[in-house]
């Protein structure tokens, strides 16, 4: 019994290089704008499934000794397809939770990172009223390279940008810093918005005392606006 089982792993080792030629060969990128890579997708999946099954159809033709050898290799390379996927379901899982986990921590941090930027009074120049600038008092709890975009949205079937602008040049700021900054507007479209929205970033460098990229999103209404 011992040699005939012997042959039939020797079988099954044996396909593993055609297998491999044919993974290698079919499931390699053919080009195009997209190319896919599928190599492995066949040749990993039977090593996992062999190994499984030269151990278990060994152990199976070592205890059990009435069954037959071809009985015990079937019931072998089905609890080793089922091993397979038990294993393969739970890498998965635990992949994915890991990857909410990280998501959601980098979801508070960037909460608490926002947090730091703070947009504390804003206004038109001359007024809302096909305005020419937005001034903005900023404050920020870090140092860096601070940036600010303006833009007016009007909602509807797409949202249409009225005017927009951006803080020319970017500046260094230092931590606890509150600065007076004015934006330049370029009108695109008559009308008056619906919403002001406040795009604001302060990148580190060497000097800045920001840990990351900061970017927030702050979103007001035209009669949000306080002048000083």
Known sequence: MWRTHGILLGILIAAILPLLILDRWLLAPKG??????????????????LLGHMILSTLLAYGWRTGGLLQIHGIAALLSAMLLGIGWWTVNYVDGVRGRAA????????????????????????????????HLIVTTEHSGRLAIRVAGLQAGEWEALLYGGEMKPQRWVTAGETVNVTVPLTHVLAGRPERIRFNLYLFPDQRGSAPDRIFKVDERSPESALPP
């Open 32 to 49: 195009g704008s997209m190319p896919l890579d599928l190599r492995g997708l066949l040749i990993l999946p039977y090593l996992g499934w």
């Open 103 to 134: 998501h959601e921590a980098r979801e508070a941090a960037r909460t608490t990172l926002e947090a730091t930027l703070d947009l504390q009074q804003w206004w038109f120049e001359p007024d809302a009223n096909g305005p020419e600038a937005i």
